[in-house]
């Protein structure tokens, strides 16, 4: 029906399921997943478990925002509500859609660099497609240039795609995430994003131990809210995998290919992210 976000408002005190405060909308492979379960660690957050894909597929988002508002985690009055669909960055029919559910709704963007970035997505793609050719062959053309339209190419022009979110959103509403940092530093990283979405600030260092075989930051064990027990625990497999050894001179040429691009990027966020 002719469908007001009004209308999807709940009493106060009641527990049900709310549209989101905050989304975040990508980038695919920069760490979209760890930043979630990071931000779940904290008491007021609750987030859908699965990625929604409301505002890019034409079939769910046809559904309307009671369907978007169903597929929410239940939430208290006191908790926000986030939802993460890491497509919602690179599809420039997106921003307009998210405005009209809220104008005041947080974006998050957690961005990493596109060279790694791009061979990442490429060691994803390539564990479904085995008989992809090797990255070098796809990212250099025939003629010896480099395929700007290979999407693993053009995910990485962020300055691009923020562009489309700029025309909707003011930059103020929009928080972006280092990848690196994350897996640096990630109790520092996610105090910003604390900060970002109100939030007291809770998530700490001891929430965290860097697992040596993983390489990467993992969760201790701790009793939850409700008293039960989670056991200290990484990201799943398919989060920090392996990546192919690329060869020296195309490397040379993405971060060249990269660098004025993540210039523009840097300038229109305020923020260097040293790739
Ligand atoms: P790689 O698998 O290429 O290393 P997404 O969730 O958006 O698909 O991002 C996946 C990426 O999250 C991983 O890419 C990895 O680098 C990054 N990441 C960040 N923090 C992580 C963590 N604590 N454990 C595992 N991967 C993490």
Redesign the pocket.
Known sequence: GDSDASEFELEEGENGKRLPNAIIIG?????????LEILKIHPSVRACSSEVHFFDRDENYEQGLEWYREQMPTSSPGQITIEKS?SYFITSKVPERVYRMSKSVKVIV?V?DPT?RA??DY??SRERKPDNPPFEEMVIKDNGDIDEEWSKIAFGRYAEHLTHWLEYFPSSQIHFVS?EE??KR?AKEIKLVERFLNLKPFIAEKNFYFNES?G???FVGKITNSGSVSKAH??GE????K?PAIRGDVLKRLREYFRPLNEKFYSMVQRNFHW
């Open positions: 980038v695919k492979k920069g760490g979209t997943r760890a930043l890491p957690i990493r790694r061979i990442s060691t994803q990848g994350l897996i990630p993983k990467f930051p993992c990484c990201m398919t989060k920090g995998r990546h």
